[in-house]
């Protein structure tokens, strides 16, 4: 199974895997993003995204699986705000340069080298101030069951996420164990690491 039918299994059911609410982090950090223009990575349903269009970004969703993208398109319909979707494999999809203001990356699930590479163009994306929000499983994570599957090289510590995005300045970085409650896949306590990053003017 691929990496994008994977996930289009995960999403083909009508409840939202991870729920419809935005992820707690966001919401409590939204005031440190940069306005206006907004790229979230690994979208799937759409709640990130469409909780950010509610507070007046603009917002693009990209993420690989079709069907969580379909989802995402109806949760902007319901709540009548406009995203720009696009369906692509964020391991070679180009980012641009020094063209978002922030960028926002939950739970994104990427082996090692494909994060390294990811990251590399998030930094080079990003407009001078701009900024980085992420929250992501540390290897603790892979003991705890509650989220994140079984692939320890998806999850990622302070020091890792320290050295592949040089070039940013950390106004948050720290690691540690919160409730997450986020539909069926993603529920109870959890090893996470938390970061606010911004680009360099």
Same mark, same amino acid.
């Given at each position: 199974?691929?990496?994008?039918?994977?996930?289009?299994?995960? +999403? %083909?059911? %009508?409840?939202?895997?991870?729920?419809?609410?935005?992820?707690?982090?966001?919401?409590?950090?939204?005031?440190?993003? $940069?306005?206006? =223009?907004?790229?979230?990575? *690994?979208?799937?349903?759409?709640?990130?995204?469409?909780?950010?269009?509610?507070?007046? +970004?603009?917002?693009?969703?990209?993420?690989?699986?079709?069907?969580?993208?379909? $989802? *995402?398109?109806?949760?902007?319909? =319901?709540?009548?705000?406009?995203?720009? +979707?696009?369906?692509?494999?964020?391991?070679?999809?180009?980012?641009?340069?020094?063209?978002?203001?922030?960028? /926002?990356?939950?739970?994104? @699930? +990427?082996?090692?080298?494909?994060?390294?590479?990811?990251?590399?163009?998030?930094? =080079? %994306?990003?407009? @001078?101030?701009?900024?980085?929000? #992420?929250?992501?499983?540390? @290897?603790?994570?892979?003991?705890?069951?509650?989220?994140?599957?079984?692939?320890?090289?998806?999850?990622?510590?302070?020091?890792? #996420? $320290?050295?592949?995005?040089?070039? #940013?300045?950390?106004?948050?970085?720290?690691?540690? =164990?919160?409730?997450?409650?986020?539909?069926?896949?993603?529920?109870?306590? *959890?090893?996470?690491?938390?970061? /606010?990053?911004? $680009? %360099?003017?």
């Amino acid at each position: 199974m691929t990496f994008d039918s994977m996930w289009d299994t995960r +999403f %083909s059911n %009508s409840e939202y895997a991870y729920g419809t609410q935005a992820n707690d982090f966001l919401k409590q950090h939204v005031s440190s993003l $940069k306005a206006n =223009k907004v790229l979230t990575l *690994a979208e799937g349903e759409g709640r990130n995204a469409v909780f950010l269009a509610q507070q007046g +970004f603009e917002v693009c969703a990209v993420d690989a699986s079709i069907k969580g993208l379909e $989802k *995402a398109a109806r949760l902007a319909d =319901k709540h009548k705000v406009n995203i720009e +979707f696009i369906h692509a494999d964020l391991t070679s999809f180009d980012l641009g340069e020094n063209k978002w203001d922030s960028i /926002i990356s939950i739970f994104a @699930p +990427f082996s090692q080298t494909h994060r390294r590479l990811l990251h590399a163009n998030v930094v =080079k %994306s990003l407009k @001078p101030n701009g900024v980085f929000l #992420l929250e992501a499983y540390t @290897p603790e994570q892979i003991h705890l069951g509650t989220g994140g599957g079984n692939d320890i090289s998806t999850m990622i510590t302070t020091t890792q #996420l $320290k050295n592949e995005l040089t070039g #940013l300045d950390f106004a948050l970085l720290q690691s540690l =164990k919160r409730t997450v409650i986020e539909g069926a896949f993603h529920t109870g306590e *959890a090893a996470v690491i938390q970061a /606010i990053a911004r $680009k %360099s003017l």
